[in-house]
């Protein structure tokens, strides 16, 4: 950081004090949480299937998979989350996905990049999973692609807007089960500049991870289309006791 920009960052944290997104307490760092928040939230980190990234309760040697991934292969390569979402999670990632809380992206994108630091070395481009052209214009942004603008600034990896498409409206998943929510997508996405993701190694972000159906068929249209493979980074991964 500038000179320049650590004077006004501290003149400014002097007038405006920063506070915790979730509680409104005073934090120290500007697009922090305080600790009292900070571990309340349930870190995803080793160890955890090698695959869909799942965590375990038990340690397990390296490399190995959870049952749902040893029974059929997922059709991304590796995915990981930076927490799991509950109740508490939750109330950094509504806020930022419902309600205009784009303060909250810096913050977000720092726990992003630090669950998916095992990924970047490997990463070609990093894109956003789209929201349908509605809601875009209901929500004002599609907070998907703007974790994955900031995740490439901060790793220095290409990153593409207009790569993946919603070619039709899907309904709200919030309440679906698993079969539903893979009819529902199905067949609902398209793709642009496809000589853009031609061999190259595509990091999908997305904010919360719940059956996979969504992340799925995004790779499976990439992979359709020339990438050689799918990455997969989300903030919040669902997951079921
Ligand atoms: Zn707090
Ligand atoms: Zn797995």
Do not use: W
């Not at 950081?1 to 004077?7: D, E, I, K, L, P």
């Not at 049952?67 to 390569?77: E, R, S």
């Not at 600034?153 to 079969?179: D, F, V």
């Not at 190694?201 to 997305?206: G, P």
Request: proline share 5%.
């Amino acid at each position: 950081m500038s000179f320049f920009r650590t004077v006004y960052r501290t003149v400014l944290d002097f007038i405006v004090p920063p506070l915790c997104p979730i509680c409104k307490k005073r934090v120290l760092l500007t697009h922090g949480l305080c600790s009292e928040c900070f571990s309340k939230i349930h870190f995803i980190c080793r160890p955890y299937c090698e695959i869909c990234g799942k965590p375990f309760e038990f340690d397990i040697p390296e490399e190995t998979r959870c049952g749902a991934c040893c029974k059929k292969n997922p059709i991304f390569t590796k995915a990981r989350s930076a927490f799991i979402y509950d109740s508490f999670s939750a109330k950094l990632i509504l806020p930022f996905k419902h309600s205009d809380h784009l303060e909250l992206a810096p913050l977000l994108t720092n726990l992003l990049y630090r669950a998916g630091r095992d990924l970047f070395s490997e990463t070609d481009l990093i894109i956003g999973v789209p929201l349908h052209r509605f809601r875009h214009i209901k929500r004002k942004y599609n907070q998907a692609d703007v974790l994955a603008k900031r995740l490439a600034e901060k790793s220095h990896i290409p990153y593409h807007s207009a790569i993946l498409t919603r070619k039709r409206a899907t309904i709200s998943q919030g309440h679906m089960k698993a079969a539903d929510r893979k009819r529902n997508v199905a067949g609902a996405f398209g793709i642009k500049n496809k000589h853009l993701i031609k061999d190259k190694n595509i990091l999908l972000i997305d904010d919360v991870f719940t059956t996979g159906a969504t992340i799925n068929e995004c790779s499976k249209i990439l992979l359709k289309n020339g990438a050689a493979k799918v990455f997969v980074l989300t903030l919040a991964r669902v997951v079921k006791l």
